[in-house]
């Protein structure tokens, strides 16, 4: 009975685990963001905009935050989804796609790019 009940906490623990590593679920915040191909970055901490305080974050029942009111009025909530490597972003209707590169999520749009990262 005690080697049963075992094999079964270590096979929940085993799973626990591999769902914890698979999660999105927390803050990413922004590392880089370029504009026509020229990092802005370096502008942000000029204009003393602390980049820290733009964030993507995501709970575990697949909704999520983008705080950019650091540099605009500007909070946008909506749901995600990932497949593979790719995440999925929708608010009011509209879809955003990145990447997910380790724990990066990279945003890249025709002219500009984002890259968050997991604090």
């Given at each position: 009975m005690k080697k049963t009940l075992a094999i079964i906490l270590v096979i929940l623990f085993g799973i626990a685990l591999l769902t914890g590593c698979n999660s999105l679920s927390g803050r990413y915040t922004l590392i880089s963001m370029d504009l026509d191909g020229e990092d802005i970055t370096e502008l942000f901490s000029i204009l003393g905009i602390d980049i820290n305080?733009?964030?993507?974050?995501?709970?575990?029942?697949?909704?999520?935050?983008?705080?950019?009111?650091?540099?605009?009025?500007?909070?946008?909530?909506?749901?995600?989804?990932?497949?593979?490597?790719?995440?999925?972003?929708?608010?009011?209707?509209?879809?955003?796609?990145?990447i997910i590169q380790g724990s990066k999520i990279i945003i890249d749009d025709d002219d500009s790019q984002a890259i968050f990262e997991k604090r």
């Open positions: 305080d733009i964030y993507l974050e995501f709970t575990s029942d697949g909704k999520f935050v983008m705080d950019m009111s650091a540099i605009y009025s500007g909070r946008t909530e909506g749901t995600y989804t990932v497949s593979g490597n790719t995440l999925t972003l929708t608010s009011n209707g509209d879809d955003v796609i990145a």
